[in-house]
């Protein structure tokens, strides 16, 4: 950490910062961080940015498939799909969605 230090100082990363807080940015460095919660950090957040793009992507296909039944005056068959997941995932498939 040391080395770390001396060579961001040289280099001018944080300079400043680390001249005047040397000892606690390499106690911080050393004894703060914790791996596990690092991970179950990144974890957390690549699951909740996937979980986002996955709802807009569902949204996105289902809008698709509610056009093409009202193009289509299929409004039955639009009514059916909101209350049957089984007759929804059946057009879906008959649209190639």
């Known amino acids: 950490m040391e080395e770390a230090v001396d060579y961001c100082i040289r280099n001018g990363i944080l ?5 005047k807080n040397r000892a ?9 961080y914790d791996e596990e919660k690092h ?3 990144e974890k957390e957040l690549s699951y909740q940015e ?3 793009i996955g ?6 296909r289902l809008n698709r498939l509610h ?6 005056n299929r409004l039955d068959d639009l009514l059916r799909s909101v209350e049957d997941r089984a007759y929804q995932k059946k057009l ?6």
């Open 15 to 19: 300079a400043d910062f680390l001249s």
């Open 39 to 41: 991970i179950r950090n």
């Open 67 to 72: 056009k093409k039944l009202l193009d289509e």
């Open 55 to 60: 709802v807009e992507e569902g949204e996105d």
């Open 50 to 52: 996937g979980h986002r």
């Open 92 to 97: 879906f498939e008959e649209y190639g969605f």
């Open 24 to 32: 606690e940015a390499i106690a911080m460095s050393i004894f703060e």
